[in-house]
């Protein structure tokens, strides 16, 4: 009995169906009752009620950044054990990665209006969640500009790799552009030290959320990518026929 | 190998090879610019450098389709890829030649373009070296995405969607050499970073270039 077992995709399809609901439903009630008890939590002294936004912005910048993370795992393991799920899986994180991006960049120029004076700003931490936002529209505009699936796999796979390498360096690169001339710790994520447990217990509870809701989408997603292939095949085989 | 480099040049330099559409095309940029941004000296040597750089990327992207397609049209990558010199090399080999036909011009004409946007003469040897130093980056980091693409009828775009995020981290370092080389503070340590892109792209884009190109010639 291993993990390797449920690159098989007739018994992924099986656990994942019946661990869906119960992913959905968890995601449901973490995120709707993190959202009502941030909405509750009493306005912070400085920045009012803006602080709210933070259960928002917080735990979807985090999953931009895991997402490219579990696209990146599981390139390599496509690369590396030619698991056709495992490929599917990282075709079907990348939208939901893109959206977290964009969820995080929208909600942080929402806040960043009333606070900074400014919707945009050319901070490091900003500038580098918009330039992965980029690299997840390189990506997913690559698998869809190929017709043949296993191709359209390893070349994604492949700009999954170098494209992480320099994102990777690009993160610390802006640092050292724009380091100094604006608050670059301002958003800084460390809810030990910086933040009340008024704020910080709704936040994980959030985030936690936000990571079922991740998974729920991507099981959807990959079920209904598997789905398309058996469609596709179906369709091949009756051509032939 | 030494063949095929040569092949490579010859290729680019006789007509249609498009060789000397860069600089022209560099100089059409710096052309332009001033009617954009007005004609105020100032102004212009304060986006000099991002200017000059950004300009180096879009000559250098301007041109990638021609390491691989053409190849690939005609058939020729595919004999090269059954050839007893590895693909890595071929990849190596190729992302030099495009350099050299595309990059070194650009390196050596760029103090003229530098003046038409009135860069102040003290950054002048910051700009060579920037350019010397990174313009290798942007062609390796080129011919790995024109292997990528170079199976895709419609490829033009999204190659650039492709390659233009890589080349942040070298536009980023490369404009701030020249940015601290205006005003002569410790732009060696940016070149410093420049280097090791440049190094860090020769390490990974042989072997990334040549198993794309492995998939896309199956």
Same mark, same amino acid.
């Given at each position: ?58 735990? %979807? /910048?985090?999953? #931009?950044?895991?997402?490219? =993370?579990? !696209?990146?795992?599981?390139? @390599? $393991? ?10 599917? %899986? /990282?075709?079907? #994180?990348?939208?939901?990665? =893109?959206? !977290?991006?964009?969820?995080? @960049? $929208? ?26 936002? @980029? ?82 989408l991507v099981l959807v997603r990959t079920r209904t990518e598997i789905r398309r292939r ?12 | ?218």
């Amino acid at each position: 009995m291993s993990i390797w077992e449920y690159a098989n995709p007739v018994k992924f399809m099986r656990l994942s169906g019946r661990v869906l609901p119960w992913v959905a439903i968890g995601a449901a009630i973490c995120i709707a009752s993190g959202l009502v008890w941030g909405f509750l939590t009493p306005p912070d002294y400085k920045q009012g009620a803006t602080v709210k936004i933070i259960f928002l912005h917080v735990p %979807a /910048a985090m999953m #931009a950044i895991n997402i490219w =993370a579990m !696209m990146l795992v599981a390139s @390599l $393991i496509w690369l590396i054990r030619r698991h056709h799920v495992s490929a599917l %899986a /990282a075709k079907a #994180a990348a939208p939901v990665g =893109a959206v !977290m991006t964009l969820i995080a @960049l $929208i909600t942080g120029a929402i806040w960043g209006q009333p606070m900074w004076g400014t919707w945009w700003e050319w901070d490091p931490r900003l500038t580098s969640v918009l330039i992965l936002f @980029l690299f997840y529209l390189g990506y997913i505009a690559l698998w869809s500009a190929i017709d043949d699936a296993d191709t359209a796999a390893d070349l994604t796979g492949w700009l999954c790799i170098v494209g992480s390498i320099f994102a990777f360096l690009s993160r610390y690169a802006v640092l050292f552009w724009n380091q100094g001339l604006h608050q670059g710790a301002s958003l800084s994520l460390a809810p030990g030290e910086r933040m009340s447990a008024v704020y910080r217990y709704p936040l994980y509870l959030s985030m936690l959320g936000f990571g079922l809701l991740f998974l729920a989408l991507v099981l959807v997603r990959t079920r209904t990518e598997i789905r398309r292939r058996r469609l596709a095949a179906l369709i091949a085989r009756e051509v032939r026929a | 190998m030494i063949a095929l480099f040569a092949r490579d040049i010859r290729l680019a330099t006789r007509a249609g090879g498009g060789f000397g559409l860069g600089l022209g095309f560099f100089l059409i940029l710096c052309t332009l610019v001033p009617f954009g941004v007005g004609p105020s000296g100032a102004t212009l040597a304060l986006i000099a450098p991002g200017i000059l750089w950004v300009g180096a990327l879009l000559a250098c992207l301007l041109s990638l389709d021609r390491i691989f397609a053409l190849d690939h049209e005609d058939g020729s990558l595919d004999l090269l890829a059954t050839a007893p010199i590895p693909l890595e090399g071929v990849v190596v080999i190729k992302a030099a030649a495009h350099w050299i036909t595309t990059g070194l011009p650009l390196v050596v004409a760029a103090p003229i373009f530098g003046l038409l946007l009135h860069l102040p003469a003290i950054a002048m040897p910051w700009l060579v070296a920037a350019l010397l130093i990174g313009t290798p980056a942007l062609s390796l980091l080129g011919a790995f995405g024109a292997a990528l693409t170079v199976g895709l009828r419609r490829g033009g775009l999204l190659l650039s969607l492709l390659v233009l995020p890589l080349y942040i981290p070298t536009l980023l370092f490369g404009a701030e050499v020249v940015r601290r080389g205006m005003v002569d503070a410790a732009p060696l340590t940016p070149l410093a970073f420049l280097g090791a892109i440049t190094l860090l792209s020769c390490a990974l884009v042989p072997f990334a270039g040549a198993a794309v190109l492995r998939v896309n010639l199956r």
